[in-house]
């Protein structure tokens, strides 16, 4: 049969929460297990919006864990953890906006923006982050205004997020810093509206 079954992430999706909180995995397997959530949403388009409540919700609960930064292995492990998440929400982003612009149902998300927009806030606030994260941050306000316009401009406006892009733009890594120019320009845009 030809065409995407909507239903098919539904028992993957329960293997992946039931994967999260196995006690037993090993913690450097959750940051790729949470980006999954995104390659889902890409893979389904606008279907996405039956599984965004739980996701959501997932995405949540592991961006407030908490570690002890003089605990190095561990803090590598947390900003490769708000990696996945950051991922998991583009890939949800950009699902959901889909390729058709009839079928966009970023609508959907909308209700959740504060709970992304607040990650953000505490990625761009944290001092020890790494530059992938910064990337992934800078990534995601750029996916989340190419997809809302100037309807999210209230949100984005925010002196932490302008700081991000700016440590962006000033990385010395290339794709850090071009994520970063991309989604400054977008910025722009909205701005100027």
């Not at 607040?118 to 997809?147: H, M, Q």
């Not at 100037?150 to 892009?165: E, F, Y």
């Amino acid at each position: 049969s030809s065409g995407i079954n909507a239903e098919w992430p539904l028992r993957p999706g329960e293997l992946l929460v039931a994967a999260l909180s196995d006690g037993a995995m090993h913690q450097s397997i959750k940051p790729s297990i949470l980006s999954t959530f995104g390659d889902i949403a890409m893979a389904i388009g606008p279907l996405y919006t039956k599984y965004l409540e739980v996701v959501i919700h997932i995405l949540k609960q592991a961006s407030e864990a908490t570690v002890d930064k003089n605990d190095y292995d561990m803090w590598d492990y947390f900003n490769e953890l708000r990696e996945g998440i950051l991922e998991a929400y583009c890939g949800i982003v950009q699902g959901l906006k889909g390729e058709d612009p009839a079928s966009n149902q970023l609508a959907a998300l909308k209700p959740y923006m504060q709970i992304i927009i607040a990650l953000l806030v505490a990625v761009a606030e944290d001092r020890d982050k790494s530059d992938n994260l910064t990337a992934c941050a800078c990534g995601l306000i750029g996916d989340i205004i190419t997809g809302y316009g100037s309807s999210i401009k209230s949100l984005v406006q925010h002196d932490s997020i302008a700081s991000l892009l700016t440590q962006g733009r000033r990385s010395r890594i290339s794709k850090t810093k071009s994520v970063a120019q991309w989604a400054s320009k977008e910025m722009k845009k909205i701005n100027a509206l």
